[in-house]
């Protein structure tokens, strides 16, 4: 069993008590019991359960239904008239609280399934999948049947008292999974694969997330707000654009990018408007996004006003420019004009729609804490940052942080760092997995991290302690890795940590040296870290662990899973050099390089669509 708190400080043995037995010696000895009008939530609980119990013993656990309740052992589901009994009620539970408890000879597994406007939630769901984790020891440490850990016994029994009682502190907990998208696409076909040979493999990952409690009750968004606007209002009031370099406000090149004049109050006034309308149209949203868009063929406002409300002592940043020479100029931060923009919509909508939340990023050219611009208490601030690569980036998004956790009530966070090391078997699951535990002690609220690429072979574990902590950050994380390795190797289990281990350090020694920019300029960087010395180390672990692991197939069949990340590592790593020399003008390493070119080719082609590595991802990459 994990060591945490959830499942450690909860799971209470009472004495004179009896273990609950749920399968004796391969038959089922309880039903599964739900309610005739059951919640989705608690029919997928149902399933989840009854399906890792024939998992683990072989035993078809009956499903049966509260108006003709079965006698003997029971497993309650959500929320039906035998838990009614029992004086247990959701409508009473916070927010996705859950709830796993065994009173006399029934197993209660219940959680809040509904907000308080009628949205829907997922928490019984969510307590199947704790019981399951915590309690039965199944663990899913990446998708599919091989990356799924079923302990097998003939017997299952549960602790007699048993009482979880958990209410996850996050409102949304999200890691993006990467499935088919046009980008995909573009990697299959210079690969030769095709989207159904894709969807085969990773159509099954939604499982993955979903049984990590990746999930939440917040509803609503925060991403870009405005992408109709030039659209809907450029006739008839271009004054509500971005005053250009050249004079003019038009936005037709931007696409649905356009930029706002944001100091415009007839502007102010109409987005106001359109959030006051979206708000109380939908009682259940928590938020809507007054976001700008960014990106596109235009850049921010020149107009006097706008100007005029930044912060003349901002920190200076560049961002892009027009008719430049790098299309980049020098400009004090723009935090303080967009925040002031932000707080002069949240001041109205406030008035109409008391402490519903608007979304803001602070990205871009406001990602800087503002001087002296107000943060409205009703602003959701998204932060996009953290990074793991750069020590000198790193030590500066966590002192922004901190700024902004001083200055606003509520905190998302959005960062683009799981692309970090694209391609390269990076672990930086320790630092992040701490990281997250003090950003959520310290307010953090809604989480989206993009993206999960689906590099399991080099950055699952990664991913696995990101997904542990942001259900309950009150796990111990060194321990989560151990039990990690321990659930997936088993008597090779020190092996597999030490090549963790050894990957955590060499990605130390990259973000120490603070030279990693981002995942597309930095790949010839960081080829130079992955010495043959370096590599033949971590081979030397795998074949360890493969000596440890002889005649068990399944963990055979695991460490042969991770194997993609040294192979690779070494293929990309000759291919970088040597297209770094060829077209830095050595004609010499031509042949080096078509080589080495061919070899990675050839190396995608025969991997295939795996969850080790996402070939196609990589491909469109240029990676």
């Known amino acids: 069993m994990r060591a945490t708190a959830l499942a450690c400080a909860l799971l209470v043995a009472t004495c004179g008590y009896a273990d609950l037995t749920l399968v004796q ?131 299952v029994t549960v602790p007699a008292g048993l009482n979880i009682d958990f209410t996850p502190p996050l409102l949304k907990r999200k890691i993006r999974n990467i499935q088919w998208n046009e980008r995909v696409q573009r990697g299959l076909d210079a690969l030769g694969f095709t989207k159904e040979q894709f969807d085969e493999v990773h159509g099954a990952g939604a499982d993955w997330f979903r049984r990590h409690r990746i999930a939440g009750s917040f509803s609503g968004g925060y991403g870009h707000a405005y992408g109709d606007f030039w659209e809907t209002y450029g006739a008839e009031h271009p004054e509500w654009f971005a ?222 302690v990101l997904a542990e902590v942001l259900w309950n950050p009150e796990q111990d994380v060194d321990a989560l890795i151990t039990d990690y390795c321990q659930a997936g190797w088993g008597p090779a289990a020190s092996e597999i940590e030490d090549l963790y281990l050894a990957l955590e350090r060499k990605t130390d020694e990259i973000y120490d040296a603070s030279t990693f920019v981002n995942r597309k300029e930095s790949q010839a960087v960081i080829a130079e870290f992955y010495t043959d010395e370096f590599l033949d180390e971590c081979q030397g672990y795998l074949d360890a662990a493969r000596a440890k692991a002889a005649g068990d197939e399944t963990i055979l069949a695991r460490i042969d899973f991770l194997q993609p990340a040294v192979t690779y590592a070494r293929l990309n790593r000759d291919w970088r050099v040597s297209r770094t020399a060829f077209r830095g003008g050595d004609t010499q390493m031509k042949a080096t390089y078509e080589a080495a070119d061919l070899a990675k080719e050839e190396f995608f082609r025969e991997l295939g669509m795996s969850w080790s590595i996402n070939s196609a991802y990589l491909k469109f990459y240029g990676f």
């Open 25 to 155: 010696d391969g038959q089922p000895t309880c039903s599964i019991v739900l309610s005739s009008d059951a919640t989705r939530s608690a029919k997928d609980a149902a399933t989840e359960l009854q399906t890792h119990i024939r998992l683990i013993s072989g035993a078809e656990v009956p499903i049966a239904y509260d108006d003709d309740p079965p006698e003997g052992a029971r497993i309650l589901v959500g929320d039906s008239l035998l838990t009614a009994a029992h004086g247990i009620d959701s409508d009473e539970f916070a927010m996705e609280q859950i709830r796993v408890s065994v009173i006399d000879t029934d197993l209660i597994v219940i959680g809040d399934d509904a907000k308080p406007a009628g949205g829907r939630l997922n928490g019984t769901y969510l307590a199947a999948c704790e019981f399951i984790e915590s309690v039965l020891g199944v663990r899913w440490l990446w998708p599919g049947e091989l990356g799924t850990v079923v302990p097998k016994r003939a017997t």
């Open 243 to 464: 005053l250009q370099p050249d004079g003019t406000r038009d936005q037709s090149r931007a696409g649905n990018r356009a930029r706002l004049c944001v100091s415009n109050p007839e502007l102010i006034a109409e987005i106001a408007r359109l959030k006051i309308e979206a708000l109380q149209a939908s009682p259940d949203l928590d938020c809507v996004s007054i976001s700008p868009n960014d990106g596109g063929g235009t850049t921010f406002c020149t107009c006097e006003t706008c100007e005029s409300w930044d912060a003349p002592d901002g920190e200076i940043i560049k961002f892009w420019w027009p008719d430049t020479p790098d299309h980049r100029i020098e400009h004090v931060s723009l935090t303080d004009r967009y925040f002031k923009f932000y707080s002069a919509i949240a001041e109205i909508v406030a008035q109409e729609c008391p402490g519903r939340m608007l979304g803001a990023y602070a990205y871009s050219a406001y990602r800087t804490v503002p001087v002296d611009a107000p943060v409205h208490e009703n602003l959701l601030v998204g932060f996009v940052g953290l990074n793991y690569m750069n020590r000198e980036a790193g030590e500066a998004d966590r002192q922004r942080w901190d700024g902004w956790a001083a200055q606003a009530s509520r905190l998302f966070l959005r960062p683009n760092l799981l692309g970090g090391g694209m391609g390269w078997p990076v672990n930086f699951a320790r630092r992040l997995g701490k990281d997250m535990q003090n950003l959520i002690a310290g307010g953090l609220t809604v989480t989206d991290f993009d993206c999960c690429y689906q590099h399991w072979t080099s950055k699952g574990l990664t991913y696995y």
